[in-house]
C-alpha cells in the first residue's frame, strides 16, 4: 500500500499498477498510513528468522521461504506502466 498525500491521480494510476494506492486527504492520515506500513520491516524479520529456523530443522531453503509479496502482479504491473509511457 501506498500513501499518496496531496492527492494525485497520475500517482495513485502509477503506484496502483503495483500494489494499491490510497489517496489521503489530510496530513495526517498519510502520517497514519505510514506509521502502520512501517511495521512490514518487522513482518520481513519474522519471515526471515522462520525461514532461517524451518532451514535449520532440515527443509530447504526454497520450500521454507515465504514467495515474493508481488511475484505474481510484477510482470502485470511492468507491462502496464509501459505501456502508459510508451506511444503507441
Partial sequence: MTAIYPPDMEVVALFDTLASAVQCTSKKECDLLAAASA????????M???TSWLEENGL??????????CS???PDAQARILARALPS
Fill in 48 to 50: 526471515e528468522i522462520a
Fill in 39 to 46: 511495521l512490514m520491516s518487522t513482518y520481513f524479520s519474522v
Fill in 72 to 74: 505474481k502482479t510484477l
Fill in 60 to 69: 530447504e531453503r526454497s520450500k521454507a521461504r515465504p514467495p515474493p509479496l
